[in-house]
Structure formats: C-alpha cells, structure tokens
C-alpha cells in the first residue's frame, strides 16, 4: 500500500496483488467463455451479437455490460467503471487496462486477458460494470427483472 500526495489531496492507492498461478502457466488465464458463463448467471442477463457473428456482448435489458473481443491481438473484454475511479484501475495495471476502445473512455475500460490479471478481480470488474448499468435502468425495468 502506498500513499501519494497530489495538489493537497491524499491519494490513497492499494497495490494488486497478482497471482502466479497465471503467470507460471499453472493454469490458462481467463478467457471470453468463463466470462460469458458467469456474466449469464446475473440476473436478466442475456448473450448477444449485436455487432457481428464474433463480437459476443452480455445485456441486461436492452443496456451492454460487457463487450469481447481483441485488443491488439489478445483477447479483451469491455467493461462498465465508476467514471470517478476508472482512473485507479488503469493506474493499477497500467499494461492491462485501458480506456476502452470504441467506447466512452470514460465510462469504459478495456481488460486484457492475458493472465496478468487474477481472474477474482476481473470478476469483480464484471460485477461492477453489471451494477452500474442496472443502477441506471428504468424503475419499470428494475421491476420486471426483480433488481432492487
């Protein structure tokens, strides 16, 4: 854990703990499909492909929380951020997050998946993007799908 100064302001920043596990080659690094199947376990969450036949993307309602596909030729996920602390995870993984591409960048980030990440904090990253695009859903909708 390290505390930065900043203009005034304390910044308090908590350094990843990486796992070895994926960076030893124990065990292949998180991939679109183990993504997929969790993402699908939310509540009204459905797999479309809005795009094109390999541009898989996780909805609930009619609202994107999660999009596959490639970054410079590793396989990545986009993901919904908290716009006021979207910063501290790219931050956190300089070489594994970044703005997300073809999205709002300051709404979006894009995740590599290529095991330098542990795979509990990107789903926690997916659990996020999820919560942040219900939060915003109609009242109609939140009822429909029983979110609170």
Sequence with gaps: MKLFRNTGIVI????AVHSDINKKGDLPPMDHQQLINYGLKKTGADLRYPFDPETPVLFVANKMFALFGSFQGTPSVNLKA?????WLTRQTYPKS???GYHMNKRHWNTVLLDGSIGDSEILDML???YQLV??????SEKQ???LP
């Design 134 to 139: 219900c939060s915003k859903l109609p009242k």
């Design 144 to 146: 429909r799908l029983s």
């Design 127 to 129: 659990d996020e993007s």
């Design 82 to 86: 908290d716009p006021d602390t979207v």
């Design 97 to 99: 997050v970044y703005p």
């Design 12 to 15: 308090l920043r908590i350094e």
